[in-house]
C-alpha cells in the first residue's frame, strides 16, 4: 500500500514565507525590495527566503522590476507551474477543475454525471479517472494538492465524510487520505457548500465580505458560514445544516424523518414533486409540455418553465423563495451577517427568487442588521465549488507548516 | 473637560507580557523559571519583563518558588492590587461588582432598581455613585479598568449604544468615553448578554467550551455567540438579536412592530400578560392570590406560582420553552455549537423551561450536531453580566498593546 502523503512537499515553511506566498497571490508580482520593506525584514533575509520558495517550487523569479533609481530589483512571482485540482462531488454529478496559483481556472471545468449513492469506491474511482485526463491534457505530472467537496457533513480532522444522509456507504471512508495516497500529493476534503462559501471568497461577489452566507439552494439546501475570513464549521462540522430547520409547524414529510423542513418544501425533489402536481392539476400549460417532451420533471423544468413564462411555475418560486426568507431573516437576526450570496441550481431561476427572499429579509429582520446588508445572487455557477475546494487546499500549502 | 484616557495605563506592552499575563490569570502564581521555560525565552529576558508588569503595577513578586534543586526561583503573580469593575445596566435594575485580576468577585456586588428609559446622563450619574461607593468601601483609589454591559445593540468601537429598541436617548450617546473621562481609566461598552456570554466562559459553566451559545431570557431575550474562544459580535454589532425571531405566522404584536417574535410570546412583558389573563379566565389560584397581594403580576409572579405548585402557571413556562426550543433547534441546525448556557431572569424558573427547550432541541435538530450538545443552566444568576464586564476589559489590559 503507498503511504499517505501528509505531509505537504512545497508548503511555505515559516511565517515569512507564507506571507510571501499570500502577498503574491493577492496582489501579483513584487519586487524583492517591495517584499522585504513590505515585511520589515532586511533584503538579505528576503533573498533567502526567496530562494527557498523557488526551491520548494512555489515562487520564482519574474524579471526586472521597474526602476526605483539605483540598482534594479528582480520581481518574484508565484511560480508559474504551482496547479491544484479542485474536485467537486455533488448528488448527481462531479466536477473537475485545474487552478494555477492564484485559483484561475485553466481550461475547462471537466464535468460528468455521477450519482453519490453508488459508494465512495465506485465515485472516487470515477473522480480520479476524470482528474488523471484533466492532468493528462495539462501535461501536469503532480499538483501542488487537491481539495474534494462532498455533498454531506464532513470531519474535517479526519479527511472523512460524517454520517452524511443522502451518501449511503461513505460514513467513515477515508476520502482524503485513498485520493492522496493514489495522486500522490497532499489532500484535504470539505463539504461541498463549505467549499462554494470559499470559491465566492477568493473569486466571486464576496471577494471584500471578512463574515458572509453562502446559500445553497440545490438537490439539498445548505449554508456555508465564513467569519473574520474564516469557514467556521462548527463543533462536529455540520454548522450550516439549514435544509433541516422547520419553516411551518405541519408541512411535507422529509428525508431527513421530520416535517415542515425547508427542504421539504423546496429543494430539488420537493420541487419536481410541486411541478408534478401543477401539471397533474391542470395548473401549467409550460410544465405539462416538459413532462410530455421528457416524461419526468425536475428542478430544472420549472426554471424552463419560468423562463417561459408560466405563472404558475413562478408562482412554485415565489413560494420557495418565501419561506427561504423567512429562515434567512431569523439567520440575520442571530448572525448579523454583512453579505448573504444564494446559489446552487435552483438559485438559477434568478430574480423571482431573489426578490422574495429579500423582500421578507428586509421586511421582517432588524434594521440594525439589514441597513447595509446586500443580498445578490452568485455569479460563479459551477465554478464556486471547484474553486472553492482548490482555495482549500491553497490556503493549506500557503500557510506556514 | 477632563481628557479621555484612550491608552490603557497599566497595559501589556508586548506579546511576551500580555502572554505572562494569561498564565497567571488561569494557572496562578508561577516560577519566573517556568514562566520563560513555558515561552520559551531566557530567563534574563524574562526577569526584564517581569520588572516591568510590576512598574506597570500588573503583577509582583509571591515569595520563593517550591525547590527544584539548585538556587531557589521567586512565584510572580499578577499585582494583588488589579481591581476590575463590571457595571451590568439592565432595563429595570443596576449591578456593580469589583474582582481581581482573575475575576474573583471581591465583597458584595451592589444592586439598585433604576429604569433606563430615564436616559443616559441620569442612569449614568446613579451607576457612577454606585461604582464610586463601592470603590470607597473597598479603598480602591483607581481601577484598572471599568467594563459596561447596557441592553441594547452596541456599536463596540465607537463606545455606543446603536439604535437600541427600549433605551430612549441613549442611541449614539458616548457612554465609554463620559465614564473613562469620570473615572479616569480605560473602559469599554458593550451589550449586556454579549458580557453575561463573557462571564459564563471565565467564570461559569462555558469555561472549556470553544465555541458556546448564552441565552438570555428575561425582560428581552438574546443570545451571546463565542466562537472559537472569542465574542462574536456580528458586523453591524447586533449578532444573537434572537428575541425577534418569528415563532409563528399570525402572533402578538411586538414592541418591535412586527407579529409572532419570540419576545412576544415570552419576554417579560408577555409573561406578565399572560398571567394576568390567567387570573381574568380563572385558570391560576396562585397567579390570583399574588395579584390579590401585590396589586400587579410580573414573570418574576409566574416563577413563585411555579414553585407553589400551579399547573396553569407551569403551563406558561412549558409554552414559553417549547418556543425557545423551537428558535434554539434552528439556531443549532445552523451554528452547531459546542454547548447552550440559558440565564436570565425568566431562566431561573428552571426545570420545567430546560426540559421543554431540551426535548424541542434534541427531537428536532441534526442528530450529528446533537450528539455532544449540553443544554444547561447558567449558575451564575445575575453575577453573570458583572463578571462579563470585567472579563472584557481585563482581556483588553492583559493583550499586548
Redesign the interface.
Known amino acids: 500500500m503507498k503511504p499517505v502523503p501528509h505531509t505537504l512537499a512545497g508548503r511555505a515553511e515559516n511565517p515569512t514565507q507564507a506571507k510571501v506566498l499570500k502577498l503574491l497571490r493577492d496582489e501579483g508580482p513584487l519586487s524583492r525590495v517591495q517584499l522585504a520593506d513590505r515585511m520589515g525584514v532586511s533584503r538579505t533575509t528576503m533573498a533567502g527566503e526567496i530562494n527557498r520558495l523557488a526551491e520548494l517550487g512555489l515562487a520564482e523569479p519574474a524579471g526586472p522590476a521597474a526602476s526605483r533609481g539605483g540598482r534594479r530589483s528582480t520581481l518574484v512571482d508565484l511560480s508559474a507551474d504551482l496547479r491544484f485540482v479542485g474536485i467537486d462531488i455533488g448528488a448527481t454529478s462531479m466536477s473537475v477543475a485545474i487552478t494555477d496559483g492564484r485559483l484561475a481556472v485553466l481550461g475547462e471545468r471537466h464535468h460528468m454525471a455521477m450519482d453519490v449513492r453508488l459508494g465512495p469506491e465506485h465515485v472516487l474511482g470515477a473522480a480520479l479517472e476524470l482528474t488523471r485526463e484533466v492532468l493528462a491534457e495539462q501535461n501536469i505530472d503532480r499538483p501542488a494538492g487537491v481539495g474534494i467537496g462532498v455533498p454531506g457533513?464532513v470531519d474535517f480532522h479526519g479527511g472523512i465524510p460524517?454520517?452524511p444522509p443522502i451518501m449511503p456507504g461513505w460514513d467513515g471512508y477515508p476520502v482524503r487520505d485513498a485520493v492522496a495516497r493514489e495522486l500522490g500529493c497532499p489532500v484535504l476534503l470539505d463539504n461541498d457548500v463549505n467549499l462554494m462559501a470559499l470559491g465566492e471568497q477568493h473569486s466571486g461577489v464576496a471577494k471584500s465580505a471578512p463574515?458572509f452566507l453562502f446559500v445553497k439552494i440545490g438537490t439539498g439546501i445548505g449554508?456555508g458560514?465564513i467569519?473574520g475570513g474564516q469557514l467556521?464549521?462548527?463543533?462536529?462540522?455540520?454548522?450550516?445544516?439549514?435544509g433541516?430547520?422547520?419553516v411551518?409547524?405541519v408541512g411535507p414529510m422529509c428525508a431527513?424523518g421530520?416535517t415542515g423542513c425547508l427542504e421539504a418544501y423546496f429543494g430539488g425533489a420537493a420541487l419536481a414533486r410541486d411541478a408534478l402536481a401543477a401539471v397533474r392539476n391542470g395548473r401549467s400549460p409550460a410544465l405539462a409540455a416538459l413532462l410530455e417532451e421528457k416524461g419526468e420533471l425536475t428542478a430544472a423544468d420549472v426554471a424552463q418553465a419560468v423562463s417561459r413564462g408560466d405563472g404558475h411555475a413562478v408562482q412554485l418560486i415565489r413560494d420557495g423563495g418565501n419561506r427561504v426568507g423567512?429562515?434567512l431573516?431569523?439567520?440575520v437576526?442571530?448572525?448579523?451577517?454583512?453579505l448573504i450570496v444564494i446559489g446552487g441550481r435552483v438559485a438559477r431561476l434568478g430574480h423571482p427568487l431573489l426578490a422574495e427572499v429579500r423582500g421578507v429579509v428586509y421586511r421582517?429582520?432588524?434594521?440594525?442588521?439589514t441597513?447595509?446588508?446586500p443580498i445578490v445572487l452568485s455569479e460563479m455557477g459551477d465554478d464556486a465549488g471547484v474553486v472553492g475546494a482548490a482555495a482549500l487546499i491553497s490556503e493549506a500549502v500557503y500557510a506556514a507548516g
Open positions: 457533513p460524517a454520517a463574515s449554508c458560514i467569519v467556521y464549521r462548527g463543533v462536529d462540522g455540520c454548522a450550516g445544516d439549514i433541516h430547520i422547520r411551518e409547524e431527513c421530520n423567512w429562515v431573516a431569523s439567520l437576526s442571530f448572525f448579523n451577517p454583512g421582517r429582520s432588524p434594521p440594525l442588521a441597513g447595509n446588508l
